[in-house]
């Protein structure tokens, strides 16, 4: 039952006579219905004739699908309440035999509610990956509260397995005004302030006159 006879032969059983010297192909497929290691003996008989038999042997094995996340881990540095960050992507990659389940997506952790999945990923919810193939999964971070941020992707399908990656930011309080000068920037949220630009004459408070790319 693990064999079959396979299309493209010339032997039809019932039918083919071989003269003297001539030949016919009889072609055979293994087709596994459980795992591990299978034989079989195929016989062929006529009369006249005789009967001859050829050893079959084969192994059936189990079609996989493992999914796998990169990177594992995405830090979004600090974002003010209310705003959105630019999107980071994730690779899910199928590196099994056989297409993953139904893919489930969803955040975990204490702050989940602060991350969101975007459309422009190719990782859909309710679709399967197939087999050697990826796709995509698009995330970014909308604080709803200030305070340091951490959460977890989570892809599962089944069959296919579960991959998280680790996601932290922070959130500072909203910007409620933001000044201008020369080559320098300042924002404040009502308790702090923030300033970026050049620092040649101490402008930004730091009085090792060191300019500054970011918020600080």
Same mark, same amino acid.
């Given at each position: 039952?693990?064999?079959?006879?396979?299309?493209?032969?010339?032997?039809?059983?019932?039918?083919?006579?071989?003269?003297?010297?001539? =030949?016919?192909?009889?072609?055979?497929?293994?087709?596994?219905?459980?795992?591990?290691?299978? $034989?079989?003996? !195929?016989?062929?008989?006529?009369?006249?004739?005789?009967?001859?038999?050829?050893?079959?042997?084969?192994?059936? $094995?189990?079609?996989?699908? @493992? #999914?796998?996340?990169?990177?594992?881990?995405?830090?979004?540095?600090?974002?003010?309440?209310?705003?959105?960050?630019?999107?980071?992507?994730?690779?899910?990659?199928?590196?099994? $035999?056989?297409?993953?389940?139904? !893919? *489930? !997506?969803?955040?975990?952790?204490?702050?989940?509610?602060?991350?969101?999945? &975007?459309?422009?990923?190719?990782?859909?919810?309710? @679709?399967?990956?197939?087999?050697? =193939?990826?796709?995509? %999964?698009?995330?970014?971070?909308?604080? #709803? &509260?200030?305070?340091?941020?951490?959460?977890?992707?989570? %892809?599962?399908?089944?069959?296919?397995? %579960?991959?998280?990656? &680790? #996601?932290?930011?922070?959130?500072?309080?909203?910007?409620? *005004?933001?000044?201008?000068?020369?080559?320098?920037?300042?924002?404040?949220?009502?308790?702090?302030?923030?300033?970026?630009?050049?620092?040649?004459?101490? *402008? !930004?408070?730091?009085?090792?006159?060191?300019?500054?790319?970011?918020?600080?």
């Amino acid at each position: 039952a693990e064999f079959a006879f396979a299309s493209g032969g010339t032997c039809v059983s019932g039918t083919t006579v071989l003269a003297g010297g001539a =030949s016919c192909k009889v072609n055979v497929r293994l087709a596994p219905t459980t795992e591990g290691a299978k $034989s079989a003996a !195929l016989a062929i008989s006529a009369t006249p004739g005789g009967t001859s038999e050829a050893t079959l042997t084969g192994a059936g $094995s189990r079609f996989v699908s @493992t #999914l796998v996340i990169s990177p594992t881990s995405m830090t979004y540095g600090s974002l003010p309440v209310g705003s959105l960050s630019a999107t980071r992507s994730f690779l899910v990659a199928n590196s099994g $035999s056989a297409a993953s389940g139904a !893919l *489930q !997506l969803a955040f975990g952790g204490a702050d989940g509610t602060d991350f969101l999945v &975007t459309d422009a990923g190719t990782c859909r919810a309710g @679709t399967g990956v197939p087999a050697l =193939s990826t796709c995509t %999964v698009e995330v970014r971070f909308r604080p #709803l &509260t200030d305070g340091d941020k951490l959460a977890t992707l989570i %892809v599962n399908a089944s069959p296919g397995g %579960v991959v998280t990656a &680790t #996601l932290a930011a922070t959130a500072v309080p909203a910007i409620t *005004q933001v000044a201008t000068g020369y080559a320098h920037t300042c924002a404040t949220n009502g308790d702090t302030a923030w300033c970026w630009g050049k620092n040649t004459d101490g *402008q !930004l408070g730091d009085p090792a006159l060191s300019d500054h790319v970011s918020p600080t």
